[in-house]
């Protein structure tokens, strides 16, 4: 299994990025799939959750700027990220999760390798 994340990068407070996760290795429409990130010296925190179904939860920190979607035809999870903040600034993953809505980092089934977003005041 591979979740492939992409879309990171530097922008300013206020600016939007796309993130992309492409995962290969198993039957996508059977996972939920999640967001979280990873500041430094942080815990990795959970940002968004899409579940099987299509139905989204979100971080009391990104509702109403960040929204998370899928697109089972192509195998690939999205984040779209509005109004970013300089504390919106981590490392983003990606997760996958065959029995779980993942909200919590703890247990997840597989997790992408990362994509850093910098958020500069």
């Known amino acids: 299994v591979q979740l492939q994340a992409s879309g990171g990068g530097l922008v300013q407070a206020g600016g939007s990025l796309r993130l992309s996760c492409a995962a290969s290795?198993?039957?996508?429409?059977?996972?939920?799939m999640g967001w979280f990130r990873q500041a430094p010296g942080k815990e990795r925190e959970f940002v968004a959750a899409i579940s099987w179904g299509g139905v989204n939860t979100y971080a009391d920190t990104v509702k109403g700027r960040f929204a998370i979607s899928r697109d089972n035809a192509k195998n690939t999870v999205y984040l779209r990220m509005n109004s970013l903040k300089p504390e919106d600034t981590a490392v983003y993953y990606c997760?996958?999760?065959?029995?779980?809505?993942?909200?919590?980092?703890?247990?997840?089934?597989?997790w992408g390798q990362g994509t850093q977003v910098t958020v500069s005041s």
């Open positions: 997760a996958a999760d065959r029995t779980t809505i993942p909200r919590s980092a703890v247990g997840v089934d597989y």
């Open positions: 290795g198993l039957t996508f429409s059977s996972y939920a």
